[in-house]
């Protein structure tokens, strides 16, 4: 990394830990300031969570026709846990799309996104779904979710830049495991399995931003943050219980880092190779962030300015530890 600024940012958490409000923090700062203080160029941004919510969209509308649902039993966690590679495959994706600028012009956003998630799910080992559903059922859901999916794919292009000098891609997501794991996480779950997930291009440029909180704080984050009027938000949305307990009740990102081959990186064996990624960790383990729910004028100063500095010395180690040319 010659540049002054990070290419890509992975941040990462367990849910309601205060990715979204950082996001938000850092999207209120003047560029000159992100870019000196954190090395952070002006953001473009990549998520999960808009998949996550289309899919119980998705499994919602099967279920109102009298359909079998998809991805979810119910409130509970994936049917198939590998759907959690499925989405690393869809921001991989959205990841080429945004350096090529790709513009797709569908006659059906609904549909290019169904066709975009079983193409996903068959790189991480998923055979067809919703290609399978009968021509009537398809038309029938892609109706009933086209103006979502056409917001998606709007808000997709709308960010791509002229030119992608001083910018850095923050791509968010969340990973973990059961209540009560054992580590190291086996199987689909935490971030062993779904960083190796990413494509090469991402893994070669990223840091790691970790948003350090326990479980029992991470639930109740999210319960204090769940809005049932806003349930596709980022910065108001809510998991189900069942899903904390099941997909979030821990992570591995400590085992990661003190299992990892360099310090202070995560070592990532992925495509043949091995990528040590470097790491900054923010304590939220007492909370930080949650006023930056808030619009800015109501943020208080004593509290932006602690922010500020656990930021800072979360990005002063992921910035020490990148190779410079």
């Known amino acids: 990394m010659a540049k002054n ?5 992975l941040l990462v958490a367990l849910p309601a830990s205060g990715k979204s409000e950082v996001r938000n923090f850092m999207a209120n700062l003047e560029p000159e300031r992100l870019l000196r203080e954190f090395h952070i160029g002006a953001n ?6 808009p998949y996550v919510h289309m899919m119980r969209r998705i499994d919602n509308e099967l279920e ?12 509970e966690p994936f049917c198939d846990g590998r759907d959690w590679g499925t989405l690393c495959c869809l921001l991989n994706e959205d990841y080429h799309d945004l350096m090529n600028r790709n513009v797709s012009r569908p006659d059906s956003a609904a ?8 193409r996903a799910a068959a790189q991480a080992g998923i055979g067809p779904r919703l290609g399978l559903l009968s021509e009537t059922v398809r038309n029938s859901l892609a109706s009933t979710l086209e103006t979502e999916a056409r917001t998606m794919l709007e808000e997709k292009h709308a960010q791509y830049p002229d030119s992608f000098e001083d910018k850095t891609i923050v791509i968010e997501c969340a990973r973990g495991g059961p209540d009560g794991s054992s580590m ?3 199987g689909t779950f935490g971030y062993q399995y779904s960083l190796p997930m990413f494509c090469p291009e991402i893994l070669e440029k990223a840091v790691v931003l970790y948003l350090w909180v326990t479980p029992e704080e991470s639930r109740r984050k999210n319960a204090d943050r769940a809005d049932p009027n806003d349930p596709g938000s980022n910065l108001h949305h809510g998991v189900p219980m069942a899903v904390m307990l099941g997909d979030y009740g821990c992570d591995d990102m400590e085992y990661l880092v003190q299992s990892s081959e360099k310090e202070n990186t995560l070592t990532v064996l992925a495509h043949g190779e091995t990528y040590h990624l470097p790491i900054g960790i923010f304590d939220n383990r007492v909370d930080k962030t949650s006023f930056l729910r808030e619009t800015p004028d109501k943020w208080d100063p004593v509290l932006v300015e602690e922010v500020t500095a656990a930021i800072r010395t979360a990005t002063d180690t992921m910035y020490a530890n990148c190779e410079r040319g």
Request: glycine share 6%.
């Open 64 to 75: 109102a026709m009298g359909e079998s649902r998809i991805f979810y039993p119910g409130e």
């Open 5 to 9: 600024s990070f290419d890509i940012i």
């Open 44 to 49: 473009l941004q990549l998520d999960d969570f």
């Open 111 to 118: 549909k290019l996104l169904f066709e975009r998630i079983d």
């Open 184 to 186: 190291p996480l086996t």
